[in-house]
């Protein structure tokens, strides 16, 4: 049986797998004339058995599946070694001695959101005063399949599952719901009490269209200070042909 750690690569291909035409199966590379398979995520079952029926794959896999390729490191000499670590170790000074004198900043990426909306109202008769509370439920949709469904509370991250690829086409429908949270009765400076008023219960729902090509972060606006930042995990892939020596 093959495992993933005996997987060695000993010259990754920098072709972007997921622009090559085909399935989630395989994908033609033009640049080798090869199929291409997709081993992310993939357990060692599924990987013995594309290789006992092709042979020789040529694959991509997650960095942190396989063991690192050999080629990928290089010696360097001692005086190099030790010039580069003086002029780090002073750049690292240099940046903290000024970084006192710095004001703090914080770049997030741009929103890329498409956007439609369908609100109803629902006219709720209660008595209370207008202290308003959310509820908001998200819903999201890979490729209009329904992925997950959440009440989002105190979080404000969500993080995709792995199935999720920068091309799939997401949709997040995310549910407002504003409630009015009757309180008791409330004196007025001349010592009445505040009438009770009649406020309505209203549900908006609004539809965001996006995909995660080029980017790994989504921020969606439901309110002035509420967002959600939707993260695609992004985790480092080699791809290239398997070394002959190491199983034929």
Not at 80 to 93: E, G, N, P, R, Y
Not at 111 to 134: F, P, R
Request: glycine share 4%.
């Amino acid at each position: 049986m093959i495992r993933f750690k005996d997987i060695h690569i000993p010259k990754p291909c920098s072709v972007e797998y997921d622009t090559l035409p085909g399935d989630d199966i395989k994908r033609f590379c033009g640049s080798c004339e090869k199929y291409v398979y997709d081993f992310r995520g993939k357990d060692q079952a599924y990987l013995n058995a594309v290789f006992s029926a092709t042979g020789k794959a040529c694959g991509i896999y997650y960095a942190d599946q396989i063991q690192a390729s050999p080629a990928l490191k290089t010696n360097r000499p001692f005086y190099s070694s030790f010039v580069s670590k003086l002029i780090a170790t002073s750049l690292f000074l240099r940046i903290f001695l000024t970084s006192n004198n710095t004001k703090a900043h914080r770049t997030e990426p741009q929103t890329i959101v498409q956007q439609t909306t369908d609100s109803t109202e629902l006219k709720t008769i209660h008595t209370g005063n207008d202290k308003a509370m959310y509820r908001v439920t998200v819903d999201i949709y890979k490729n209009d399949t329904l992925e997950e469904s959440f009440l989002l509370e105190n979080q404000n991250s969500i993080y995709l599952p792995d199935s999720i690829k920068p091309l799939d086409k997401i949709k997040v429908v995310v549910s407002t719901v504003r409630y009015n949270i009757p309180t008791s009765k409330n004196r007025t400076r001349s010592g009445k009490y505040m009438s009770n008023k009649t406020y309505y219960t209203t549900e908006q729902k609004k539809t965001y269209h996006f995909n995660f090509a080029g980017c790994n972060k989504i921020i969606i606006k439901i309110r002035h200070t509420k967002f959600i930042h939707i993260f695609l995990k992004k985790r480092t892939a080699i791809m290239g042909l398997v070394c002959p020596s190491d199983f034929w």
